[in-house]
């Protein structure tokens, strides 16, 4: 029986009443490149038995970082392919190569990866949950895929099957990098043999062109807590992303203006200014909605995070969750 991140949330807050402790993973993302990054999502990832979780929590408190991970040799020369160029459209999620048969579906779960195109040169795109199909952070050389981001070398093997070509390419999730696990396979048929060297991803741009409206309850110092999916996901007593977030400090100050830091205690460039309840990125054209709650005496501001994933995908935002300086 699956539980949800919730549900987990759930059961260890109340085992923690006591305990201030933050569970770390990594972080997926980067303000600096907006062309967004295939997300290290552990899709099919083994579910953890909550003994499980318990036996391995002191672990998780000194942080995620302090776990040895797998990492493959990502420093390949490019070697072309002629037969991978052109997209490419998921089929199936199977556990071995041998698994797959065209006729019969071997998952029936909503799959997270839905097409990849292989680009002349080692570029690619990809389209994942039913987003729009846009730039990718990942590239390829002759036999395998190379995630930069998680330092990972995925091999695929291409197989005519009933008058089809089917690619079979490891899926290298956290399963693997940190449990070490054998990885699965996601299978995809080619749809076409198409150059999409030129291929132009559509951007998305919010309304920017507000007037400044003074809201008081946002102006102050805020640090970054927790980056959560849903404002509902935040638990102060959990944080599942608790380390390595990209922005680390806000100032909101008065007529409008605002200094963000990032992890690196850096202030971020971009042209940014607020009013109302939205901060405004100038630059991508982003207006990000901005919720200010109190729980248990503490003030925490959850923000928009309008990343690649929304401007070039078209996803839903996710969220910073920052804590009111005292």
Same mark, same amino acid.
């Given at each position: ?164 070509? /089917?690619?079979?390419?490891? +899926?290298?999730? %956290? =399963?693997?990098?940190? &449990?070490? *696990? $054998?990885?699965? !396979?996601? @299978? #995809? ?110 003030? /925490?501001?959850?923000?928009? +995070?309008?990343? %690649? =994933?929304?401007?070039? &995908?078209? *996803? $839903?935002?996710? !969220?910073? @969750? #920052?804590?009111?300086?005292?």
């Amino acid at each position: 029986m699956k539980q949800s991140k919730n549900e987990i949330n759930n059961v260890m807050e109340n085992a923690l009443q006591n305990t201030s402790t933050s569970i770390s993973f990594e972080s997926l993302w980067d303000l600096h490149s907006n062309k967004n990054k295939i997300k290290s999502k552990y899709r099919k990832a083994a579910l953890i038995p909550l003994i499980v979780i318990f036996s391995l929590f002191s672990c998780f408190t000194i942080g995620y970082a302090g776990l040895s991970r797998l990492v493959d040799k990502t420093d390949l020369p490019f070697v072309d392919d002629s037969e991978v160029i052109g997209k490419w459209e998921t089929v199936d999620f199977v556990n071995d190569i041998s698994d797959f048969d065209p006729k019969k579906q071997f998952t029936y779960d909503k799959l997270y990866l839905n097409d990849l195109v292989f680009i002349k040169d080692g570029e690619m795109l990809d389209r994942i949950e039913n987003s729009n199909l846009t730039y990718s952070n990942s590239t390829w050389t002759k036999g395998v895929i190379i995630s930069p981001q998680m330092e990972t070398a995925s091999k695929y093997t291409i197989k005519e099957i009933n008058g089809g070509k /089917y690619m079979f390419m490891e +899926w290298k999730s %956290g =399963d693997y990098v940190i &449990r070490f *696990m $054998k990885p699965n !396979y996601y @299978v #995809l048929k080619q749809v076409d043999a198409n150059d999409y060297s030129s291929y132009e991803v559509p951007k998305l741009v919010d309304k920017i062109d507000y007037l400044f409206s003074n809201n008081t309850e946002m102006i102050g110092h805020w640090e970054s807590v927790d980056f959560i999916e849903e404002i509902d996901d935040f638990r102060p007593i959990i944080l599942w992303n608790g380390d390595n977030l990209f922005l680390k400090e806000l100032d909101i100050l008065e007529n409008g203006s605002l200094v963000i830091k990032n992890m690196d205690n850096q202030n971020i460039t971009a042209e940014l200014s607020w009013t109302g309840d939205l901060i405004i990125n100038h630059d991508e054209k982003t207006a990000s909605k901005c919720t200010i709650k109190t729980i248990k005496d503490q003030t /925490y501001l959850f923000i928009e +995070w309008k990343s %690649g =994933d929304y401007v070039y &995908r078209g *996803m $839903k935002p996710q !969220y910073y @969750v #920052l804590k009111k300086a005292q």
